[in-house]
């Protein structure tokens, strides 16, 4: 029984390998319609692409369904050659092309369709076409948006313009929605002047007009989408007489409508894992690094000033700034960040670091590294600056108590070097100073001295509360001295923290544990922001800085952890 089966199973297997080699879809043929949409009474067109090694001609068949064949043509021969261990091998592409006419409207079925070269047969998978009863009219308009790129990296750029097409003249336009751009970073462009192209489109000609443009950083590996633009326009419908058209005065009629761009999926892919260094900065493309100190040589208790720039199409706004310099004796305070757009592609961040010097020491010069990806090598890239050194120095230097033992010369008052930086008490070298002072030159120094404190002591205490200020407090205040701009707004709206990743702005608020209040008036002032700043229309009047809910916000994001003093 075993053995019957056995060869019941090889006589199936050597069937199915005679039917693969003789009769299965060959991959070597491909068909194509064009155009794709044909309409009845006019020609269309099969093109066959057949690919082989025979130098025979290839017999072609397939049943035309309810079409008429009208005529075959021989497009040609596209010749390959390779070598392959050694030995030549050569592929003919050979185009044959079928003119039809559908005679009605309704599905085609291209059916039973065979290819017969070099004495195999090869089948191709049947072909069901839409045919039309008549061909559809372009559109007078659209909008339409046109991203850089549909597949992208996380962290990666892309340039996102929705275009206006025109085959009508638009008299007006008003922008009804801007679109959201949710999970990800924006930097919107500001179109100063439109420009009008003319451009042909799916076989029309168009005016192309530029509406709105952004820079768009994904922050979450998956899919995303770029919304829509929405429009209202106003525009010439068509042209009739007037009672005066015999003096060739023609009136015009206007209609309003309402239009808006597709939806786009954009796919968003990770950062390969294997072989990440260890000083990736998470940055997609090519950037500049560069550091300085504001000197080399410092005392005890002198503020030390660094500052780092970074430049590059990445999304700065997320990147975070490193450490340049730790030891015992250095005291770190917050480290303020400036973000600028350079072009509408680069950016640049600027990290100012501000650290206090409590001890002698010495930190030498050294090399720091920062690795970026190259999306187009796929491959991480390492960018290497030079560190200057630190030196701080400090104390008080011993006097130099060099003579003659046998002078009995009296011995100079010497005033010791002080390197220190503050008030240093007196030190007084013999019994003498105290006969040469009187009582009210004391009180003097002594008034002086108070004086001082009653200056110096409120100014320290401002200066200990500005650096123990969080982040948060710190870009609260940047952007009242500045005025409400969206990106500034749209940073310390950031900060909140969000369920679930979610990172639309608007989706945050709502989340957050801020008052209905101070929701609506945050997202009243990211859209006044908006339309002030990117989208050209003026006359929008901006919000008022409101104290107390800058308040809350910050209390919210401190409650959750994110912020923490210095």
Not at 18 to 47: D, K, M
């Amino acid at each position: 029984m075993k053995l019957k089966i056995g060869d019941y199973m090889k006589s199936i297997l050597i069937l199915f390998f005679i039917l693969y080699s003789s009769l299965g879809l060959a991959e070597i043929v491909s068909l194509e319609v064009a155009p794709n949409r044909p309409v009845v009474g006019e020609t269309f067109q099969l093109i066959f692409k057949i690919s082989t090694s025979d130098s025979e001609d290839p017999y072609i068949s397939f049943d035309r369904g309810t079409a008429d064949v009208i005529g075959k043509s021989n497009r040609g021969v596209s010749i390959n050659t390779r070598i392959i261990n050694g030995k030549f091998s050569t592929t003919r592409t050979l185009t044959y092309v079928y003119e039809l006419v559908a005679t009605r409207q309704g599905p085609l079925r291209i059916s039973n369709i065979k290819v017969e070269i070099g004495g195999k047969e090869y089948k191709v998978k049947s072909k069901t076409i839409n045919i039309l009863r008549e061909a559809v009219r372009a559109k007078d308009f659209f909008l339409q948006a046109e991203p850089s790129k549909t597949e992208v990296y996380l962290g990666q750029g892309i340039d996102v313009r929705y275009y206006l097409y025109t085959k009508v003249p638009i008299v007006s336009q008003e922008v009804k929605a801007f679109p959201k751009l949710g999970r990800f970073i924006k930097r919107f462009h500001m179109i100063n002047r439109e420009v009008t192209t003319t451009v042909e489109y799916m076989g029309e000609i168009y005016k192309k007009v530029l509406k709105y443009s952004a820079r768009v950083y994904p922050e979450k590996v998956g899919k995303a989408y770029i919304d829509p633009l929405k429009l209202r326009v106003q525009y010439s419908d068509s042209t009739r007489n007037s009672p005066f058209g015999a003096f060739g005065l023609r009136m015009r009629q206007y209609k309003t409508r309402s239009i808006q761009s597709k939806k786009i999926e954009i796919k968003i892919i990770p950062i390969p894992t294997e072989g990440v260094p260890k000083d990736f900065t998470g940055l997609i493309g090519d950037h500049d690094f560069e550091f300085s100190l504001n000197k080399k040589k410092y005392l005890v208790n002198e503020v030390v000033e660094g500052r780092l720039e970074v430049s590059g199409p990445g999304a700065l706004e997320n990147y975070a700034a490193p450490k340049v310099f730790t030891h015992p004796n250095l005291e770190a305070f917050d480290t303020k960040a400036e973000f600028s757009e350079l072009s509408k592609v680069l950016g640049k961040k600027v990290f100012d670091y501000t650290f206090l010097a409590r001890d002698n020491f010495l930190i030498p010069e050294r090399e720091m590294s920062f690795s970026i990806f190259d999306p187009n090598s796929k491959s991480f890239v390492t960018k290497r600056i030079q560190l200057p050194s630190l030196e701080v120095q400090g104390g008080i230097v011993k006097p130099n108590t060099g003579g003659n033992a046998g002078e009995n010369k009296p011995q100079e008052q010497k005033i010791l070097s002080i390197k220190t930086v503050g008030l240093v008490a007196p030190t007084f070298i013999s019994d003498s100073f105290f006969k040469r002072i009187n009582i009210f030159r004391i009180l003097n120094y002594i008034l002086g001295i108070l004086a001082l404190l009653l200056v110096f002591v409120p100014l320290g205490k401002k200066v200990k509360e500005s650096f123990e200020k969080t982040e948060i407090e710190h870009e609260i205040q940047t952007l009242k001295k500045s005025g409400f701009s969206y990106h500034g707004l749209y940073t310390v709206l950031s900060k909140l923290p969000s369920e679930n990743e979610e990172f639309d702005i608007y989706k945050k608020l709502e989340q957050s544990s801020l008052s209905k209040e101070a929701q609506d008036y945050f997202k009243a002032s990211l859209e006044s922001c908006e339309k002030e700043d990117f989208s050209g229309i003026n006359g929008t009047q901006k919000k008022k800085f409101q104290n107390r809910f800058f308040g809350e916000l910050a209390k919210a994001v401190k409650e959750n952890g994110i912020e923490k003093n210095i």
